[in-house]
């Protein structure tokens, strides 16, 4: 999968080293991965969950370093493409403001 803005990733990354590790082994399993549905994504990432926006589009999140960060992506299957859309510590993710902003 081609992963658009990377480049948030490796800059959340320096913001949050505990998180760091857990990121870069996201970006090689994703990078690697040929998904083309939630159930592909799930046999790596098994807690990958789906949530509708305020845009009434669905993305996927994923836990990151034991659950104390969320990584909020769009994937487009057809594409090949997963689009980086925020990374939140998990006390801001639960606070669901979120989601009006995508």
């Given at each position: 999968?081609?992963?658009i803005?990377?480049?948030?990733?490796?800059?959340?990354?320096?913001?949050?080293?505990?998180?760091?590790?857990?990121?870069?082994?996201?970006?090689?399993?994703a990078?690697?991965?040929?998904?083309?549905s939630i159930?592909?994504?799930?046999?790596?990432?098994?807690?990958?969950?789906?949530a509708?926006?305020?845009?009434?589009?669905?993305?996927?999140?994923?836990?990151?370093?034991?659950?104390?960060?969320r990584?909020?992506?769009?994937?487009h299957?057809?594409?090949?493409?997963?689009?980086?859309?925020?990374?939140?510590?998990?006390?801001?993710?639960?606070?669901?403001?979120?989601?009006?902003?995508?």
């Amino acid at each position: 999968m081609n992963i658009i803005t990377k480049r948030r990733i490796l800059d959340y990354a320096k913001l949050h080293p505990n998180a760091s590790a857990n990121l870069s082994a996201w970006i090689a399993a994703a990078s690697a991965a040929k998904w083309q549905s939630i159930s592909d994504v799930r046999k790596v990432f098994p807690h990958a969950d789906l949530a509708t926006v305020r845009s009434s589009k669905t993305v996927t999140i994923f836990n990151i370093a034991g659950n104390h960060h969320r990584l909020i992506t769009a994937i487009h299957y057809n594409t090949r493409s997963i689009f980086i859309l925020k990374i939140l510590t998990h006390t801001d993710y639960s606070k669901d403001r979120w989601k009006n902003d995508l």
